[in-house]
C-alpha cells in the first residue's frame, strides 16, 4: 500500500498549508514547519535472504507495522478563509492588481483566522504555474524560480514599505516617550523642508492647524514628520526595537523574512523623517498586523500563529502548542489612547470607507509607491480591527499594483469593511448598539 496526500479544497490557503512531494515529506507551509509531527513512522517487512539477497523460501518473515502520524489542529476557520479569499480574487480582478494579500487575526492571543495571498495555486497540482505562461521554452531553473515565487506567501516571505498603516507606531512611540501629547498643535502648509530636503505631504494645499488626533486623521506627513523629530534618532530607534520591529515574529511557517532597515549610524534627519510615515525600511504584512496587535491590546507582543494542538489517533490529544508573549510593548495608557485615535480615524477621517453602523472599528489606511518612484507603482491597504475598544478581530488587506484609483482608504478599506460586516456576526461579537 502507498499513501499520498490529497488536498479537498484545492487552492483553498495553499501558501499556508503547504503541499508534500513524491516521498510524502512536506515541500512549503505548515506541511514542511509541522512535517515531525504528521509524518508517522514507515512499516517494515524483514525477510530472511541468501548470500546474494535471494528471499529463501522457508525463511522467516517479521512484519513491522507503521506508525501512523499524527494531526494539527490550526487556527484558520475555512469559512472566513474562503470569504476572504473570495473577496481578494474579485478585489484581484476588479483593480487589475498584480496580487492581493489579507491576514484575519486574533490581536489578542495571536491566532491567524484567513491568511490569503492570491492568486493562490492548486495544491493537488502544485507543479503546474498558476499563471498560465507556457513552461515548454523555459530551462529547468527559470521553471524553477517560476514556481518557487508562485509558492511565496507574501504575507510572510516578502518585506515592503508600509505607507501610513505605520504611523500607528509613531504616533504611540510619541506618545509612550513624552514627546508628544494630544494637545500638541501642527501646522502643515503641504510639505515639510527637513535638511535640504522639501517633503510633501499628500495633501499639496496642506492641512493648515491641526491638533494631534486631527492628524491622524489627516495622514498628515508633516506632523508625523514634527513627531518623529522631536523623539529623535536614538529614541526613534530604540522603540522600534522595543516594538519587536527588529526581530522575526516567530510565525510557525518557514522563511519568515527579516525587516530592512537602516543601520543606526545611517540614519539621518531626512531617514527619520521619512521612516515616521513608513517608507525608507521595510517591513512584513505579518510583522505589521502584529505591531498593531501590540499598541491595541493592552501593549502585549503576541506570536502569530496557525498550530493550535496536536491530536493522535481518536482525537485525542497529544500537546497543546504553546506561544511567547512580550507584555512591556507599551503602557496600557497608550494602547486606550491608540484605541480611541484609530477609530476616530474611521468615524472622521481617512478610513471612513470602513465604517459599519453599530460597530466601532478603528483602522489606519496607507497608499505607498513602490521603487523605483518614476515608475508610478503604488501598494494600497488598510489595516482594522473590531470592536474598537476590546479588539477581537484584526484585519489587514493589502493590494499591490492596483490599476486606476489606488488610494487606500478607497480601495482596501471596503474589503476591510465587508470582511467586518460577514465575520463580526458569524464571530458572535455584537455592535456597539446591541452589546448585553
Known amino acids: 500500500e502507498d499513501y499520498k496526500r490529497y488536498y479537498p479544497y484545492g487552492s483553498l490557503a495553499s501558501k499556508v498549508l503547504g503541499f508534500t512531494g513524491g516521498d510524502n515529506q512536506g515541500v512549503i507551509g505548515l506541511e514542511v514547519e509541522y512535517d515531525p509531527y504528521l509524518k508517522g513512522t514507515n512499516g517494515k517487512i524483514l525477510t530472511m535472504t541468501d548470500a546474494r539477497g535471494v528471499e529463501m523460501e522457508n525463511g522467516a518473515e517479521d512484519r513491522i507495522e507503521p506508525v501512523a502520524g499524527n494531526d494539527l489542529r490550526i487556527s484558520l476557520d475555512m469559512e472566513i478563509q474562503q470569504y476572504a479569499e473570495q473577496l481578494a480574487y474579485q478585489t484581484l480582478e476588479k483593480k487589475n492588481a498584480k496580487k492581493v494579500s489579507i491576514i484575519v487575526m486574533n490581536p489578542q492571543n495571536g491566532e491567524i483566522y484567513a491568511m490569503v495571498n492570491v492568486p493562490e495555486f492548486d495544491l493537488n497540482d502544485p507543479f503546474t504555474l498558476n499563471t498560465g505562461v507556457d513552461t515548454s521554452a523555459m530551462t529547468d531553473q527559470q521553471k524553477q524560480d517560476a514556481l518557487n515565487q508562485m509558492w511565496r506567501n507574501q504575507c510572510v516571505n516578502d518585506t515592503y514599505e508600509p505607507g501610513s498603516t505605520f504611523k500607528i507606531f509613531t504616533s504611540s512611540a510619541a506618545l509612550l516617550t513624552g514627546t508628544?501629547?494630544?494637545?500638541?498643535?501642527?501646522?502643515?502648509?503641504?510639505?515639510?523642508?527637513?535638511?535640504?530636503?522639501?517633503?510633501?505631504?499628500?495633501?499639496?494645499?496642506?492641512?493648515?492647524?491641526?491638533?494631534?488626533?486631527?492628524?491622524?486623521?489627516?495622514?498628515?506627513?508633516?506632523?508625523?514628520?514634527?513627531?518623529?523629530?522631536?523623539?529623535?534618532?536614538?529614541?526613534?530607534?530604540?522603540?522600534?526595537?522595543?516594538?519587536?520591529?527588529?526581530?522575526?515574529?516567530?510565525?510557525?511557517?518557514?522563511?519568515?523574512?527579516?525587516?530592512?532597515?537602516?543601520?543606526?549610524?545611517?540614519?539621518?534627519?531626512?531617514?527619520?523623517?521619512?521612516?515616521?510615515?513608513?517608507?525608507?525600511?521595510?517591513?512584513?504584512?505579518?510583522?505589521?498586523?502584529?505591531?498593531?496587535?501590540?499598541?491595541?491590546?493592552?501593549?502585549?507582543?503576541?506570536?502569530?500563529?496557525?498550530?493550535?494542538?496536536?491530536?493522535?489517533?481518536?482525537g485525542k490529544e497529544v500537546e497543546t502548542l504553546r506561544y511567547e508573549t512580550n507584555n512591556d510593548i507599551c503602557t496600557k495608557e497608550t494602547s486606550e489612547t491608540m484605541r480611541y485615535l484609530l477609530e476616530r480615524v474611521v468615524s472622521d477621517g481617512s478610513g471612513k470607507n470602513a465604517k459599519i453602523e453599530g460597530f466601532s472599528i478603528g483602522g489606519k489606511t496607507a497608499t505607498s509607491q513602490t521603487l523605483p518612484r518614476s515608475a508610478n507603482r503604488y501598494i494600497s491597504s488598510f489595516l482594522g480591527f473590531a470592536p474598537a475598544e476590546n479588539p477581537q478581530v484584526l484585519a489587514l488587506c493589502i493590494i499591490h499594483d492596483p490599476k486606476g484609483i489606488y488610494y487606500g482608504g478607497t480601495i482596501a478599506a471596503p474589503v476591510v469593511r465587508t470582511i467586518f460586516e460577514n465575520v463580526l456576526p458569524y464571530m458572535g461579537i455584537n455592535g456597539r448598539n446591541q452589546e448585553e
Open 180 to 314: 508628544s501629547k494630544l494637545t500638541d498643535q501642527y501646522y502643515c502648509p503641504g510639505y515639510k523642508i527637513v535638511e535640504d530636503r522639501r517633503i510633501r505631504c499628500h495633501k499639496a494645499g496642506g492641512h493648515g492647524s491641526e491638533d494631534f488626533t486631527k492628524a491622524l486623521e489627516n495622514i498628515c506627513n508633516p506632523a508625523l514628520m514634527e513627531m518623529g523629530l522631536r523623539m529623535g534618532v536614538d529614541r526613534f530607534y530604540q522603540c522600534f526595537s522595543d516594538y519587536g520591529l527588529l526581530s522575526l515574529t516567530g510565525i510557525d511557517i518557514p522563511g519568515e523574512a527579516g525587516t530592512i532597515m537602516h543601520k543606526l549610524d545611517n540614519i539621518g534627519e531626512v531617514e527619520l523623517a521619512t521612516m515616521t510615515f513608513g517608507q525608507s525600511f521595510q517591513i512584513t504584512p505579518v510583522q505589521l498586523a502584529v505591531m498593531a496587535s501590540s499598541v491595541i491590546n493592552g501593549g502585549r507582543r503576541i506570536t502569530p500563529h496557525f498550530g493550535v494542538k496536536i491530536t493522535g489517533e481518536g
